[in-house]
């Protein structure tokens, strides 16, 4: 019976590894470790997040959906990224909420109308 149990733990255990080591598809920003979630993600302040990196703080993911900030366990992947939204393809660690960065795509730009100028 306790080898049963123990089996069966061992199997679980071994499943959810699994389901978080495949790679998601996640949209949000690079920011850095002292802001956070902080800056805006809509137009994150990319000269004050490559300022603040080049301080020595360490360069992290914002998903847009909960605002969740990951550390980035590979920081090269993303280097010409930082203070951009982007939409990554990453491995996820939930426990040490971090993550693994496979791809990178920069997200484009809503430009704001100037104001007193009609858009048609």
Same mark, same amino acid.
């Given at each position: 019976?306790?080898?049963?149990?123990?089996?069966?733990?061992?199997?679980?255990?071994?499943?959810?590894?699994?389901?978080?080591?495949?790679?998601?598809?996640?949209?949000?920003?690079?920011?850095?470790?002292?802001?956070?979630?902080?800056?805006?993600?809509? #137009?994150?302040?990319?000269?004050? /997040?490559? !300022?603040?990196?080049?301080? &020595?703080?360490?360069?992290?993911? =914002?998903?847009?959906? $909960?605002?969740?900030?990951?550390?980035?366990?590979?920081?090269?992947?993303?280097?010409?990224?930082?203070?951009?939204?982007?939409?990554?393809?990453?491995?996820?660690?939930? #426990?040490?909420?971090?993550?693994? /960065?496979? !791809?990178?795509?920069?997200? &484009?730009?809503?430009?704001?109308? =100037?104001?007193?100028? $009609?858009?048609?």
């Amino acid at each position: 019976m306790k080898m049963t149990i123990a089996a069966l733990t061992l199997c679980s255990l071994s499943a959810f590894a699994a389901d978080t080591s495949k790679p998601m598809k996640v949209n949000g920003y690079i920011s850095e470790s002292q802001c956070g979630a902080t800056h805006n993600s809509a #137009t994150p302040d990319a000269a004050c /997040v490559k !300022k603040c990196i080049g301080k &020595g703080s360490k360069p992290v993911f =914002v998903d847009d959906d $909960k605002k969740k900030v990951w550390a980035i366990d590979n920081p090269d992947s993303i280097a010409d990224d930082a203070g951009k939204p982007v939409t990554i393809m990453a491995t996820l660690d939930t #426990t040490a909420m971090s993550l693994h /960065v496979d !791809k990178v795509t920069k997200v &484009g730009k809503v430009v704001a109308p =100037v104001q007193g100028m $009609k858009m048609e």
